[in-house]
């Protein structure tokens, strides 16, 4: 029955919601101003870019459907290597919207276990939850760890991101928001990946507002 309930307040406020972001579409949503994610700092505290930036191909971007992202490798002192990735929506009124790890990755041969979460400590920001997974696929084995973020928002529920998303749409007519990933290969401690990751995740959190408006 509660599970019910919620389904049912679920598909009222979508229902609604959806009412209200076509509405807004008619009218224009709201645009802020924003940093290209191209332009996104090569370092990052002591982290620093590995290489040159992942660029999709046109039958990928048509999935993806993201209206700037960022893909590409950083290096810590110690020689830890990181993938970070960002992909941002300007408006997820015409049905676009960020792709979670929970149905992509699967698809892709990972196999996703141990979930969690983890608490990201941003300097001069609030801390936040982010999910956590490991994830392996042909011998490579790998710490997953991803959020949503937008509009002053850092969640990592996906549930909340859309519910929070139709609410924002009403009260600030904006839907623009983003999927924020970082992965780590793991090596002989989980422990040391998850802390790593948490460092980067926390480093980058500092510099999104720019490239992902609160």
């Keep these: 029955m509660k599970n019910s309930w919620r389904f049912a307040i679920l598909l009222i406020l979508l229902l609604a919601g959806g009412i209200v972001v076509n509405g807004w579409h008619y009218l224009g ?50 020689g830890q290597l990181a993938n970070f990735y960002v992909g941002y929506y300007v408006t997820q009124a015409d049905g676009a919207t960020y792709h979670s790890p929970l149905n992509c990755m699967p698809g892709a041969g990972w196999v996703m276990s141990q979930p969690g979460l983890v608490t990201i400590r941003p300097k001069g920001r609030p801390a936040f939850e982010a999910n956590r997974y490991i994830v392996e696929n042909s011998g490579t084995k790998q710490l997953l760890v991803y959020w949503y973020q937008g509009r002053g928002r850092t969640v990592a529920s ?25 992965t780590i290969p793991v090596g002989d401690s989980e422990a040391d990946a998850i802390n790593s990751a948490a460092e980067l995740a926390a480093s980058v959190s500092t510099v999104l507002p720019e490239f992902i408006p609160d």
Excluded: C, H
């Design 29 to 78: 949503e709201k645009r802020v101003a924003r940093k290209e994610l191209k332009d996104f700092p090569k370092q990052v505290d002591s982290w620093q870019q590995s290489g040159t930036d992942a660029r999709f191909d046109d039958a990928t971007m048509a999935v993806l459907g993201a209206s700037d992202y960022t893909m590409r490798d950083y290096r810590a002192p110690n």
């Design 158 to 182: 996906e549930y909340w991101g859309k519910i929070y998303t139709v609410l924002d749409s009403v009260r600030m007519r904006r839907s623009d928001g983003a999927m924020v990933r970082v």
